[in-house]
């Protein structure tokens, strides 16, 4: 059998393809590279957020289906995700409180930046009275954490609930051992509606609580629901992001005395009620408390939620990434549609605080110089 014969000349030539090749790929990822850079690229940038646990059922729901950036998300608490904001462990802290006053002045890079309007669940585990919308009111409710009282059948909790029979059963009462917006939430409206918490153990994501050797500690809404679902007799605060475990657990919830005396549920119509009474008051730094707010059919204990970022970030790709996920998680057509908010029991911003404050602030967001 003859053997064939091929030319060197045929190898040459088909080297010469395959190297034109290969020079031609790497062109075009070269190209494609510098022409990423040039947009910045928030695609390919990844943003951590850490802080409320009210929100991170949020944070998860945009994390599963914003495209633009990968979001990375841990429910923390609101103390920590201002501090690792702060620090710059995390690009974002979200936060159910804004930063107060001195962290503000030791820390003016920082921005408070509203993202919605929330509020919380004063919760209870009454075995066979779940389904009763108990009344309660600020005062009595810090009487039932500072000790004061003790029962559930207390003459002051008995005259709020006129012909409801409540058991002779000791109160448990549970509140947030890790730092929490929550917890700044429910004894702000403590602190404005009864003189003595405001004096005595005032507001914030974490404050010296009472003595009272029936109060328990729990670590999260999770923790503080989990903690009610297994102690009959107990009362806490839960976030109304987490409806659904807290009905699931069955647990009740309490209608509030407001500043105007009645006593209101909470629903996204009242909740809405007491932020309607604010909107022309926000400062350009976006920072004000809504709790114990006017109005007849105000819910009385209501909040903005906030993203804190810093106004440098450490890169352009990650200046542009923040700026272009914040502007969308505030669009009535992005992160603020009902899509997400319905189901979360969150109110989106009205579209005016958007236009006026947040998205100034989102401006301010730039790279190094």
């Known amino acids: 059998m003859s053997q064939m014969l091929i030319r060197p000349e045929f190898y040459v030539a088909e080297m010469n393809k395959a190297l034109i090749g290969i020079l031609l790929l790497a062109l075009v990822v070269i190209v494609g590279a510098i022409a990423l850079t040039y947009r910045g690229n928030p695609g390919k940038v990844t943003l951590t957020e850490s802080g409320s646990t009210l929100l991170y059922p949020l944070f998860n729901e945009w994390a599963a289906n914003y495209t633009a950036a990968k979001i990375t998300t841990q429910a923390t608490g609101s103390g920590t995700g201002i501090s690792e904001a702060i620090s710059g462990t995390v690009v974002i802290g979200a936060s159910d409180a804004f ?10 890079d920082m921005l408070n930046i509203p993202i919605a309007i929330s509020s919380q669940y004063v919760a209870y585990n009454l075995p066979g009275m779940n389904n009763t919308h ?67 153990v005032g507001y ?29 007799y107990s009362i806490g605060y839960v976030a109304m992001t987490y409806t659904v475990q807290m009905k699931q657990a069955g647990l009740g919830y309490a209608a509030l005395i407001n500043r105007a005396g009645n006593a209101v549920l909470p629903s996204m119509v009242t909740v809405m009620n007491a932020a309607q009474q604010y909107l022309n008051q926000i400062p350009a730094d976006g920072r004000i408390a809504i709790a114990f707010a006017p109005g007849a059919d105000s819910y009385p204990i209501a909040t903005f939620e906030y993203v804190i970022v810093k106004k440098v970030q450490p890169s352009s790709a990650v200046a542009v990434a923040v700026k272009k996920f914040l502007t969308w998680a505030v669009s009535p057509n992005g992160g603020s549609s009902e899509y997400y908010m319905g189901k979360l029991d969150l109110i989106p911003l009205p579209q005016s605080v958007v236009s006026k404050v947040v998205l100034p602030l989102i401006d301010q967001i730039s790279g190094p110089p």
């Open 204 to 232: 914030g994501t974490n404050v010296n609580w009472p003595k009272n050797p029936a109060l328990h500690g729990a670590v999260g809404n999770s923790g503080i629901i989990s903690f009610m679902a297994e102690t009959p």
């Open 134 to 200: 108990l009344v309660l009111s600020g005062p009595v409710i810090a009487a039932i954490y500072n000790a004061s009282i003790h029962y559930w059948n207390d003459p002051a909790i008995e005259a709020l609930n006129p012909g409801v029979q409540l058991p002779h059963q000791m109160i448990v009462p549970v509140f947030r051992s890790d730092g929490s917006g929550d917890t700044n939430m429910f004894t702000l409206f403590l602190s404005r509606s009864d003189p003595w918490w405001n004096h005595t």
């Open 99 to 108: 930063m107060t006053n001195p962290q503000v002045e030791s820390n003016p």
